[in-house]
């Protein structure tokens, strides 16, 4: 899922995954709020997950952190 | 001169609440929740599952001799909403109500529901309906109140998305005291619970897939409603004349534009109409008794909006009453800032200020008391109501108790 996950970000977010860890800043990606939205929505595509933004998602500052929400999400949302 | 001053004689609505005022103030002095599962013409696998929907309205009930062919949702729900108001003021069997009389609509889309059906039916290789452009237009509720109450002075739309019906009464509110007119029927209306609309707004992220929650912690994002609401304006000079029922005065209007991002909310433009507002009052901040907030409940919104009011209102800030009623009504986007005026009005009259519901804890970025979860008996000389738009539209109003 961690490689769908970035594969997802990297395009939507049009970002060059190389060389990115998960303390990569999404500032340094220049990853804005537009492509939060972008992102969102190729998530609900692939994984027919609704995520809205709140405030987990506004206080994530690096890549590691985001995956981190993302993954959370996905999986609560496959139990319930 | 000083400018002619301009009074509310008459309020009208349509909301999730139902038919008419008294059932949006129950609802919003009472915080009954207007989240409720939605019916749309077609499911195209909405994930987001409930809205504000207004009652279904059958304009023929109404207006026994026209086709309702004729009228999108969006106009049906402005003309209930006008009839009611017109009859508030005591003008319903008025006859023709001239060319001293505008009519002044705000709404963000317009008849959204009649131009996806339309797409709908060219995707599908069928002719489109032969109404649609009229249908369609986006001044047709404009067109069909004036009509209706033979209104043969100016007659316009102002569509700035969320702001557009506060701009309605802004602008209306100007053209009275300038002399163009004497009287405005001025309508916000929106009816975007359509499938596409739904869509649409599903894709922008900020709709809450449980609660709206107006400046609480845990937050996710707004409700969306449809619903229109109607205010006849008239100068005070008129309405004495006529010895008509005051139930408000427009006192000021304030409204600017950030210029700066689409979508990201800006604190300098949202202070700065709430100042022009004050201004143009010819009040102090600290006159103010209570806020309308624009409140959508998304994360951006409610923080930009509270640091915008600590800068009007200082380290008064926390002792306002600050409250969204939007989880009650839903945002109803070109339709909020009517229905936001009329819910104020009411507060006023009442000397009741209606809570936030919903809300859950405190967050330390909403610094205002937001009245959580109980309505609040309080005297409200001066309010003032907020409505920013995606893409930096921002406008205030400020009205005063009747009496």
Known sequence: MTRDLIEVIAKEGMVDMAGVGPDTTLASLNIASVDYMMILAAIEEKFSVYIPM?????????????????????????KA | MSPREVVVTGIGAVTVAGLGVDALWKAASGGVSGANPMVL?????NVIKHAAQAPDVDIADYLPDTKP????????????????AVKDAGLADAGPLGKRTAVVV?????SLGTIEEAAYNLIQGRRPDPLSV????????ASHIGMAYGCTGPSFVISSACASSAQALGIAFQMLRAGMC??????????IITTGGMKGWEAMRVLSPDLCRPFSKGRNGLLLGEGSAVLVLETAELARARGARVRAKLLGYGTTSDAKDMLRPDVDGASEAMALALEDAGIAAGDIDYVNAHGTATLLNDATESEALGRIFGNRLGSVPVTSTKPIHGHTLGAAGAIEAIVTIR???EGRVPPTINFLAPDPNCPVDCVPNEGRSQSIGLAMSNSFAFGGINAALVFGRAA
């Not at chain 1, 987990?56 to 959370?72: F, H, I, T, Y």
């Not at chain 2, 705000?106 to 317009?110: K, L, N, P, V």
């Open chain 2, 106 to 110: 705000g709404t963000g889309i317009g």
């Open chain 2, 41 to 45: 013409p077609r499911d195209l696998g």
């Open chain 1, 54 to 78: 709140d405030e987990s998602l506004a206080e994530v500052k690096d890549v590691g952190g985001l995956l981190g929400v993302l993954k959370q999400r996905i999986l609560a949302e496959k």
């Open chain 2, 347 to 349: 507060a006023m009259e």
């Open chain 2, 69 to 84: 062919a004729y009228f999108d949702r969006v106009t049906a729900l402005a003309l209930v909403a006008a009839m009611e």
């Open chain 2, 182 to 191: 004497d009287r405005a029927i001025v309508t916000g209306a929106e009816a």
């Open chain 2, 134 to 141: 009229p249908r369609a237009m986006t001044s047709a509720a």
